[in-house]
């Protein structure tokens, strides 16, 4: 399984200061020099971390793979379509959120998804859409013509109970097999941390996780190297 990291936090940090550190982009050499797969950031359209320079030159820097994720919304499309990441990972968006809160509805909505992600392949860039482990939304991803589904796992990563925590991984195991099946790539993220990602690791279908949060946090102890490093391994 491979590891894209998230490294919104550390534009974060930057913006609490409104300077220029720490500089995201610097985030992003060593992650990768630390074993990454890929690099994700998300444009959000209030600009709370990053913004459109950090986009601009992650694009020039990032020599693995740019997954940029935005909402669906005209001005990041823009952005998105002339800064041609390798992907984008299309998620809901709402102000009021401290961070995604679920999963895009994209069942009901296949003629818009399918016309946008028509777009950004004729720019040569692949299309990922942010969703539940939800038949529903599988098939519908599938009939948009999308090339990868991200499996929200914020529900199985928050549940409380060991049982509440292997229902979810059903669904996701579940989620997981149909999205193959339907010729999706699959990739998961949201809320993963060194401990819940072992049984996601099972998972055979899921070929790359996202993480930010726990994996910055990591960082602040031992280092972004050293904790890019031990997530590798966890994942591997
Ligand atoms: N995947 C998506 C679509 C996200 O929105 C986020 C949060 O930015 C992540 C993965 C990473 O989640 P976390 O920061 O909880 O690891």
Excluded: W
Excluded at 99 to 120: D, K, N, P, W
Excluded at 141 to 170: K, P
């Amino acid at each position: 399984m491979r590891l894209a990291v998230n490294i919104d936090h550390f534009a974060t940090v930057r913006e609490a200061r409104g300077g220029i550190e720490p500089d995201p982009v610097h985030a992003a050499v060593i992650a990768e020099m630390a074993g990454a797969s890929g690099i994700v950031c998300h444009l959000r359209e209030d600009r709370r971390h990053v913004n459109d320079r950090d986009v601009r030159v992650l694009r020039d820097v990032v020599s693995t793979k740019l997954d940029l994720e935005m909402a669906a919304a005209p001005e990041i499309i823009t952005i998105a379509l002339e800064v041609v990441p390798d992907l984008v990972t299309i998620v809901p968006e709402k102000r009021e959120e401290l961070t995604t809160e679920g999963g895009l509805a994209v069942a009901g909505h296949e003629t818009q998804y399918s016309e946008l992600t028509q777009r950004f392949h004729e720019r040569g860039i692949e299309v990922s859409l942010f969703i539940e482990p939800e038949a529903s939304q599988i098939e519908a991803a599938a009939a948009c013509g999308v090339d990868i589904i991200e499996l929200h796992t914020g529900t199985y990563a928050n549940a409380r109970s060991q049982a509440a925590r292997d229902i979810q991984l059903e669904r996701i195991r579940i989620a997981s097999r149909l999205a193959q099946e339907a010729g999706l790539v699959v990739t998961a993220g949201h809320g993963l941390d060194l401990r819940n990602i072992a049984a996601i690791t099972l998972i055979p279908e899921i070929e790359e996780v996202s993480i930010g949060h726990a994996l910055v946090s990591r960082a602040m102890f031992v280092g972004l190297e050293q904790a890019v490093r031990e997530f590798v391994l966890a994942v591997s």
